[in-house]
């Protein structure tokens, strides 16, 4: 998938349904079930992002090449909002931008385009997944996130990544709202 996005277009057809496709009756087949089951599997366990070399280092060009092309792709086929939540959730795993940001411009770039909604959401998401099975700690954890995010976004907003900023930003206060709840509850509630 992260060199082919005709394959990541096939991968995610067989797992989600086209928005100009209508709405089947029909019960899919064992067979069509098992496909689809694996095929989203393996989108979760997806975590090269697009124009990664084998020897570690990063091809912004491939990258926003890759990505043009399934954004065209994906338009014509009605597989657009999936297929950037998809993307989204890969693009956590970029590796740091050697001038000091802690993601690659290049995929900071495409997170704060005007139309990437869907992927900033997809990013987020996969931010909130990456965490794991937590415990309680009457919302130390949660605040300490939430200042991680916050300095995230601080960069990026230096940057003029503004709206990625605010997608950080929107997180880091449900991580202290999530902390404020945390501390106001026994740890031995339901």
């Known amino acids: 998938m992260v060199d082919d996005p005709d394959f990541f277009c096939e991968v995610l057809a067989l797992v989600f349904r086209s928005d ?4 089947r009756e029909a019960t899919p087949t064992e067979t069509e079930v098992a ?3 694996n095929a989203f599997r393996l989108f979760r366990a997806w975590k090269t992002v ?8 990063f091809d912004d060009t ?4 890759w990505l043009a092309e399934l954004k065209k792709r994906t338009q014509e086929s009605g597989h657009h909002r999936v297929a950037m939540s998809q993307i989204g959730q890969v693009l956590p795993y970029a590796p740091v931008d050697p001038n000091g940001l802690w993601i690659r411009e290049a995929v900071a770039n495409a997170l704060n385009a005007k139309d990437a909604a869907e992927m ?3 990013f987020t998401c996969e931010l909130v997944n990456m965490r ?3 415990s309680y700690t009457a919302g130390k954890e949660e605040r300490e996130i939430a200042a991680r995010y916050n300095t995230k976004a601080e960069a990026l907003e230096q940057k003029g990544f ?11 206060k449900r991580y202290e709202q999530d902390a404020e709840r945390e501390a106001s509850r026994s740890p031995f509630e339901d």
């Open 62 to 65: 491939i990258f926003a090449g």
């Open 162 to 172: 503004h709206r990625f900023a605010t997608a950080l930003r929107e997180l880091a």
């Open 20 to 23: 100009k496709e209508e709405r």
């Open 50 to 57: 697009p124009g990664s070399k084998p020897d570690g280092a």
């Open 35 to 37: 496909i689809a089951t």
């Open 120 to 122: 900033r959401s997809g």
């Open 132 to 134: 794991g099975v937590f």
